[in-house]
């Protein structure tokens, strides 16, 4: 099996052409556990979807698992500007929650990632690990901004939350969960009109809980 024109005459990649081949490799990766799950998508079916040979995919992945959580980043460095976008402009704290839930929600129901969160859900009991690498890779990192703004919206006395990372955690549960849940299959999916008006309640409701305004300016 060749590397897809990618080898010199000594059959190892130029130093320019590295990104390249790792990036091949992603890309494989990323449409073979979306489409066939972890447990079904074997080093050999990368390698032949990436047209390289497996001698050069162990030069840059240990196993399969590194390669998931490489994929994983992948996909993070993709959505996680995103969402950090929100936190970025100045407005007051129920304008930036209205903001980062509409973020959440557009990520995720992108395709790729209801894929993934079906991979999980198909995969989860077989292979423990795969959660583990999307949560402290995406879903943890999320909640901690949150658990930040609330922090500091609390000592400016904005809100009473006695415990930042609980809410935050509710928070995304609150914005996520049934549009998720819809998207995938259970239920009629929300518009985007539906959406803006289900971040917009739901951001409500979470400050009313918090003791704070809910009117975002």
Known sequence: MNDGGLKRRGGR??????????EKILAAATDLFLSRGFGATSIEAVAARAKIGKRTFY???RD??????AVIERLLQRWLPQFDAAFEAPGQLATILARSARRMLTMALEPEALALRRL???EAERFPELVEIVAGEGAA??????????ADATRAG??????????????????LSVPMRRAMGFGKPLTEAELDAWAERSVALFLH?????????
Not at 13 to 22: H, K, S, V
Not at 143 to 149: F, G, P
Not at 209 to 217: E, F, K, N, V
């Open 13 to 22: 990649p130029a130093r320019d052409e590295a990104p390249l081949i790792r």
């Open 59 to 61: 030069h840059r992945f």
């Open 64 to 69: 399969k698992p590194a390669l998931f959580r």
């Open 120 to 122: 999980l859900l198909t």
């Open 141 to 150: 990192k999320a909640i901690e901004r949150i658990a930040a703004l609330l």
């Open 158 to 175: 904005e809100v009473q939350v006695s415990d930042p990372l609980f809410a935050a955690t509710q928070f995304q549960e609150m914005i």
């Open 209 to 217: 809980g918090c003791g704070g305004s809910p009117t975002a300016r």
